[in-house]
């Protein structure tokens, strides 16, 4: 596992949820990472670890590789990889994210 596997790993299973995004949480910066921290909020998250994957090139490209995900934002819940912003609408919308996050937050 290379270091930036490795560094990617222990954020992952060091936080109950990560969601590894453009920008912060405060400040967003692309739609998709905004819908995330939204759907986050909606669903009463607290203590939601963010990654600022454009602070970290090795992080940016290395996240991709670590869930074979191609696209940011990644979220993930007690370290399992769960998707990005459309799989978080359709399980938000579904009630399971509110259900995995109220077990795993």
Request: glycine share 12%.
């Amino acid at each position: 596992m290379s270091d930036t596997q490795q560094r990617i790993d222990e954020i992952v299973k060091g936080h109950p949820v990560v969601l590894f995004m453009k920008g912060t949480a405060q400040f967003p910066m692309c739609g998709f990472s905004g819908r995330a921290i939204q759907i986050l909020k909606a669903c009463g998250a607290q203590g939601v670890a963010t990654v600022n994957v454009l602070e970290d090139e090795a992080i940016r490209q290395g996240i991709k590789e670590y869930a074979n995900w191609p696209t940011i934002p990644q979220l993930y819940v007690k370290g399992e990889f769960v998707g990005g912003s459309d799989i978080m609408m359709e399980m938000y919308e579904s009630g399971e994210l509110q259900q995995m996050l109220g077990e795993g937050a």
